[in-house]
């Protein structure tokens, strides 16, 4: 009796946790920041671009509320695309079925810069996802279009900021294997020291506050 007790137990719990998100109110102009376990690249990116909390973020996305439904611009997969909020938060979730999400929000004294950047991201829809990770060449990849996004609705000056990329592991300081063999597909070399942004660098500047960690 004790152990169907303990499972029922942990089904409601699990069950619970699951099901969180669904009373966050969620505002358009949130930046969600996602750690997605896709192998070898995402944790190289995570390795090497900042931490919040210990989490590490390998993708984001900016929130679209329109009418009653929620939705999350992205830059993922093939292309600039809308998702449902649903979507995107059980696209990853922890042992507890509980989404591998962090959500910021810009301080109110820049919440003002949304609308623009939305409308901007929202532009970009369709747009080539830009697995070369360069920037300025026509296509996105996912932080790259949220930097564009407010540095347009910011009147064209910066808002968030650029880094020299690196693709190095900080043990060995040398190319991570995954990465030679990602540039070598496409034909490229590694762009080390190219100026780019990340997942990491937004979620840790100071212009957000962090509302809810969901895991």
Not at 3 to 16: E, Q
Request: aromatic fraction near 14%.
């Amino acid at each position: 009796m004790k152990y169907i007790l303990l499972i029922v137990f942990l089904a409601t719990v699990r069950s619970t946790n699951a099901q969180s998100w669904k009373d966050f109110h969620f505002q358009s102009g949130d930046i969600l920041f996602q750690d997605l376990d896709c192998g070898d690249l995402c944790d190289a990116i995570e390795a090497v671009t900042p931490a919040l909390n210990a989490k590490h973020f390998s993708h984001l996305g900016l929130v679209y509320a329109k009418r009653d439904s929620v939705f999350v611009i992205e830059a993922i997969g093939n292309d600039v695309h809308l998702t449902s909020i649903s979507k995107f938060l059980q696209r990853q979730v922890d042992d507890n079925d509980n989404p591998k999400v962090v959500v910021g929000r810009l301080k109110k004294m820049y919440q003002h810069l949304n609308d623009a950047a939305i409308n901007f991201a929202l532009g970009q829809l369709g747009k080539e996802y830009d697995n070369a990770f360069i920037y300025n060449n026509g296509k996105y990849y996912c932080s790259e279009l949220i930097y564009d996004a407010y540095k347009t609705s910011n009147g064209g000056i910066a808002f968030f900021k650029l880094y020299p990329m690196t693709f190095n592991d900080p043990k060995t300081k040398k190319p991570f294997p995954a990465w030679e063999a990602y540039y070598k597909n496409l034909r490229m070399n590694i762009p080390e020291g190219l100026p780019g942004c990340n997942p990491g660098s937004i979620a840790t500047s100071d212009k957000i506050d962090i509302l809810k960690s969901f895991y």
